[in-house]
């Protein structure tokens, strides 16, 4: 059969966003395919034949075409913009670009390895960094009371309503910025091609790519923005009302700085977690 399958075709998707309306046409090259030309076919109505000049093509839809097996339409429309584009975007702040170039390439292991290692349960990584913070603050003080003097009520709490890792301090410009096409199968191997973290109280990279993956499950989270001390995730819809206390309780064990160094509470997190569709880290 692959001696008949020789032809190239080129297929365009057309794709709406619901949120903007913006409409976009995926370019899709497929090779291996069978491509009939100069073909007639005649038709007759009313009484009436007409010759038609067909082009056919046949498509083997049990191959794989870029290591990509065929979707019908309607579930190709449902895959997120990484998986139909072929990569995910990013955008990385390069006010220092020591710090992209120190992980990126002085810093680099090898992206196979790094990608065929074990990925640890991201639920257990976010929820094993609060067991032992729990165990470590109220061994510190015993009088604590966890759940009103450390989580809070959820109550309060700003929605963010944009991303804003790649602004300047002042909040008056953005930084210079890389916009990365991430070659990547799935959105937390972003963080194989890019290690980030392993510094201070921020997570290692495998960690980020573990917890990466459980947000991406549990809530469709996907990394935006990424900057020296910064990681910014996009939702497509807030976090529940019922699990934004949790989400918050594993974010703030994930990253105690957007608690103790910003919004002052737990439940002021929840608060505003419930009505994001951005997510905001913060290492100091």
């Given at each position: 059969?692959?001696?008949?399958?020789?032809?190239?075709?080129?297929?365009?998707?057309?794709?709406?966003?619901?949120?903007?309306?913006?409409?976009?046409?995926?370019?899709?090259?497929?090779?291996?395919?069978?491509?009939?030309?100069?073909?007639?076919?005649?038709?007759?109505?009313?009484?009436?034949?007409?010759?038609?000049?067909?082009?056919?093509?046949?498509?083997?839809?049990?191959?794989k075409y870029g290591n990509k097996?065929?979707?019908?339409?309607?579930?190709?429309?449902?895959?997120?913009?990484?998986?139909?584009?072929?990569?995910?975007?990013?955008?990385?702040?390069?006010?220092?670009?020591?710090?992209?170039?120190?992980?990126?390439?002085?810093?680099?292991?090898?992206?196979?390895?790094?990608?065929?290692?074990?990925?640890?349960?991201?639920?257990?990584?976010?929820?094993?960094?609060?067991?032992?913070?729990?165990?470590?603050?109220?061994?510190?003080?015993?009088?604590?009371?966890?759940?009103?003097?450390?989580?809070?009520?959820m109550e309060g709490g700003k929605?963010?309503?944009?991303?804003?890792?790649?602004?300047?301090?002042?909040?008056?410009?953005?930084?210079?910025?890389?916009?990365?096409?991430?070659?990547?199968?799935?959105?937390?191997?972003?963080?194989?091609?890019?290690?980030?973290?392993?510094?201070?109280?921020?997570?290692?990279?495998?960690?980020?790519?573990?917890?990466?993956?459980?947000?991406?499950?549990?809530?469709?989270?996907?990394?935006?923005?990424?900057?020296?001390?910064?990681?910014?995730?996009?939702?497509?819809?807030?976090?529940?009302?019922?699990?934004?206390?949790?989400?918050?309780?594993?974010?703030?064990?994930?990253?105690?700085?957007?608690?103790?160094?910003?919004?002052?509470?737990?439940?002021?997190?929840?608060?505003?977690?419930?009505?994001?569709?951005?997510?905001?880290?913060?290492?100091?």
């Amino acid at each position: 059969m692959s001696v008949l399958f020789t032809d190239t075709m080129t297929v365009y998707n057309y794709h709406r966003d619901p949120d903007t309306g913006q409409e976009t046409w995926n370019r899709s090259v497929v090779r291996g395919v069978q491509w009939s030309h100069n073909k007639s076919e005649v038709t007759t109505t009313d009484g009436v034949q007409t010759e038609s000049k067909v082009e056919k093509i046949t498509v083997d839809f049990q191959r794989k075409y870029g290591n990509k097996p065929y979707l019908p339409p309607q579930e190709y429309a449902k895959l997120p913009d990484g998986e139909r584009e072929g990569f995910w975007p990013l955008l990385i702040s390069m006010w220092n670009s020591r710090w992209f170039l120190d992980f990126a390439v002085y810093r680099r292991q090898s992206r196979e390895e790094l990608l065929s290692a074990p990925l640890p349960d991201g639920r257990e990584v976010v929820r094993r960094r609060l067991r032992d913070w729990r165990a470590e603050i109220t061994s510190e003080d015993p009088s604590l009371n966890w759940r009103e003097d450390v989580l809070g009520k959820m109550e309060g709490g700003k929605p963010r309503t944009r991303l804003s890792g790649f602004w300047d301090y002042r909040h008056v410009e953005t930084e210079p910025l890389l916009l990365a096409e991430i070659p990547a199968k799935n959105p937390w191997e972003v963080f194989a091609w890019l290690p980030f973290g392993g510094w201070n109280e921020c997570p290692a990279p495998e960690e980020h790519r573990a917890a990466a993956k459980y947000w991406y499950k549990e809530y469709g989270a996907v990394p935006a923005v990424m900057a020296p001390d910064i990681l910014e995730y996009i939702l497509p819809a807030p976090v529940p009302q019922e699990r934004a206390m949790e989400a918050a309780m594993e974010q703030y064990f994930f990253c105690a700085d957007i608690v103790d160094q910003g919004v002052g509470s737990v439940g002021a997190l929840a608060g505003g977690l419930a009505q994001s569709k951005f997510w905001y880290f913060w290492w100091d």
